[in-house]
Every structure is written in C-alpha cells, then in structure tokens.
Nanobody
Framework: QVQLVESGGGLVQAGGSLRLSCAASGRTVSSYVMGWFRQAPGKEREFVAAITRSGGSTYYADSVKGRFTISIDNAKNTVYLQMNNLKPEDTAVYYC????????????WGQGTQVTVSS
C-alpha cells in the first residue's frame, strides 16, 4: 500500500501556473504507475495525466495536453504536475493516485488539493 499526500494547490489567475506535488510513502513510486485526476463540482472525477515507472512514458488528457507536465523524482518518491496556462475550467480538486504493477485500477489515493483558477 502506498500513502499519498498532495500539496501545491491554490488560487491563481487565468494564464498562471501552479505545480502540484504528491509525496509517496510506504512503497517506492518507481514501481507504480502514478496518475493525477481531478474532480470539479458537480462533475465526475476525470483522468488528467499519468507516468509509468522511472518516468519512461507519460499520458495526458486531451484537455491538458501541451499545458500540463507530469514528472517523477524517484529519489524523493514524489510525483509532480506542472500546470501552465491555467484556465477557469481547470478549477477542481486534484488527486494523486498510484496503480500497482500488473493491476488495472488505481488502488491508492491522496486526499486531494484544491486548484481554483479565476478569470
């Protein structure tokens, strides 16, 4: 089991940037697929980005491609989400999640961090 703690959320104007961090403990994140998801008020949780072990491959939702970058620091057991050119529609609670190797589901989730983008 992996314990995840997100940080870095906040209030930013449209066009601004934020960097979210997800600190993992319990297991080294290099053996997991790490993902970021978000949930806006009244909407279902949606996939944002994911990164495979050792940062070899990354995946993005079309809505954030070219603006968000996911990365991993194995030495710090931390995953990051750099968010640039933020838009009001990016406003949501952002969650970090970990998927064990060979599993289809993300079994570990953080508590979430609020990102609010003002127009």
């Amino acid at each position: 089991q992996v314990q995840l703690v997100e940080s870095g959320g906040g209030l930013v104007q449209a066009g601004g940037s934020l960097r979210l961090s997800c600190a993992a403990s319990g297991r080294t994140v290099s053996s997991y697929v790490m993902g970021w998801f978000r949930q806006a008020p009244g909407k279902e949780r949606e996939f944002v980005a994911a990164i495979t072990r050792s940062g070899g491959s990354t995946y993005y939702a079309d809505s954030v491609k070219g603006r968000f970058t996911i990365s991993i620091d194995n030495a710090k057991n931390t995953v990051y989400l750099q968010m640039n050119n933020l838009k009001p529609e990016d406003t949501a609670v952002y969650y970090c999640a970990a998927r064990p190797p060979g599993k289809a589901d993300y079994g570990s989730w953080g508590q979430g961090t609020q990102v609010t983008v003002s127009s």
